[in-house]
């Protein structure tokens, strides 16, 4: 374990301006250090509200509203990045109201509600003189002068298969967090991380993400599952971080609960209670019963870093242009599991305080597997940090060891928090911009 090398004075206002840019939607709990009634109460201290209101409650997190109310919970709706107005952004990019058309998770938005970099970013970007973007690109290295410690720009395959050598003045990494280590590790920038000695610092602290859901059964009422909006939720944040004393219980980190309606696909929306045979005529009664008849509580918990947990180049499989694949060693501890248990039972308490017809739970092994889709949320391998020993990039997410290389993204996360990256990596993208048009253009070299 180990900090982030940046406090959260530095980092908040930058969490505001990736807000303002993406049309976040919430409801301050903390501003300026005075408790907001309707917000997550344990939120850090922001310096002003969101740039949108927060979601209008569903049906079933209203109900989860009140069942968490009765045992002494506080509720409020969960931040989104998917509209909750039409919104005109700091670039002046408009984004329209969300719907709530459903398959919202993993899937584009026939709206244009759902920020991400091409709805937010890009339309500003594109209206530039100067920016040209290049689609299906796949970059292979980042180059570097004779000394090793300057970066001079990429190489990459374009689109009809031509290798491409792109000079560059500073090279900014912003990938998914496993390519970004593997571009470093084929780039031999930093030193590959060693297990068995604890040596090195690229490929080291890869975290991934606990979860778990307790789905609650209704003869008596019904929902409308197919409908839904991305991250509508309604929340608790009493098992998360320090709210709780985790001295007694045996682990730290924690999680947060909620209720959410994204929207149920068709096939991959059919819950059916514990016991129900798993084909047939049964199957088919109970998935008919049920499609419309349950809702789930759902728990997004910390995953801690482990001296065995890590990312290297595999030895034997290679991609279709013959360098190494990225092989993640990977395994659920003790901590983890514990903290699980715990949250877990709470979720099964607030099923119970729902009154439901009956309870089913979406078991988890105690061994990590490829299974089933669990979440995105890989984070680190390229870690930020004020130690060059313990991370790859200072607290500007600059290179150690090549100053004018910036490796921006979830690899740079020490550990994995309850709560989801996106927001956080944000911040950082933000945070690094600031730093490379403030002080690294003027004066090129080392931030730290």
């Not at 004393?245 to 609960?257: E, N």
Request: proline share 7%; hydrophobic share 35%; aromatic share 10%.
């Amino acid at each position: 374990m180990q900090d982030w090398g940046v406090t959260w004075d530095e980092v908040e206002p930058y969490y505001d301006q990736f807000e303002h840019i993406f049309g976040v939607g919430g409801k301050a709990g903390n501003l300026n250090g005075e408790i907001q009634p309707g917000g997550n109460p344990y939120e850090g201290p922001r310096s002003r509200e969101y740039p949108n209101p927060p979601t209008r409650p569903s049906y079933e997190g209203r109900l989860f509203a009140d069942a968490v109310t009765s045992l002494g919970f506080v509720p409020f709706q969960g931040p989104t990045a998917a509209m909750t107005q039409d919104f005109r952004n700091l670039y002046r990019v408009q984004m329209l109201e969300c719907a709530r058309g459903g398959f919202c998770s993993s899937h584009v938005c026939a709206q244009g509600a759902k920020a991400n970099p091409l709805t937010s970013v890009h339309p500003a970007l594109a209206r530039q003189p100067t920016f040209e973007m290049r689609p299906l690109c796949n970059v292979l290295r980042v180059n570097k002068d004779s000394t090793g410690k300057k970066a001079t720009g990429v190489t990459y395959i374009d689109a009809r298969g031509n290798e491409v050598e792109q000079p560059a003045s500073i090279v900014i990494l912003g990938a998914y967090c496993f390519s970004n280590t593997r571009l470093l590790l084929l780039s031999g920038i930093g030193t590959p991380y060693d297990p068995r000695t604890g040596k090195g610092v690229v490929g080291r602290n890869y975290s991934y993400q606990q979860g778990g859901s307790v789905h609650v059964f209704f003869d008596d009422r019904e929902f409308n599952p197919f409908i839904g909006g991305g991250q509508l939720n309604t929340s608790i944040d009493e098992m998360n971080g320090d709210v709780i004393d985790r001295g007694p219980l045996g682990f730290i980190g924690g999680a947060y609960v909620n209720t959410s309606a994204r929207g149920a696909a068709p096939i991959k929306g059919k819950v059916v209670p514990p016991g129900t045979p798993r084909w047939g005529r049964e199957w088919k009664k109970a998935v008919a019963h049920n499609y419309r008849r349950n809702m789930a509580i759902t728990s997004h918990g910390t995953c801690m870093s482990y001296r065995h947990n890590y990312l290297d180049l595999d030895p034997t499989y290679k991609d279709a242009y013959g360098l190494p694949l990225l092989r993640m060693t990977f395994d659920w501890n003790d901590n983890e599991l514990r903290m699980m248990k715990y949250v877990d039972e709470r979720c099964t308490e607030i099923g119970r305080a729902l009154n439901g017809s009956g309870l089913g739970g979406k078991g988890k092994g105690t061994h990590f597997g490829l299974v089933g889709y669990q979440s995105t949320h890989n984070v680190g391998g390229a870690v930020m940090g004020s130690d060059p020993s313990t991370s790859v990039v200072n607290k500007y997410l600059q290179s150690w060891d090549v100053s004018n290389l910036f490796v921006v993204g979830g690899s740079a996360f020490p550990q994995n928090p309850a709560n989801g990256p996106t927001e956080t990596i944000g911040m950082l993208a933000c945070w690094a911009a600031d730093a490379i048009k403030e002080n690294y253009v003027r004066s090129p070299g080392a931030l730290v």
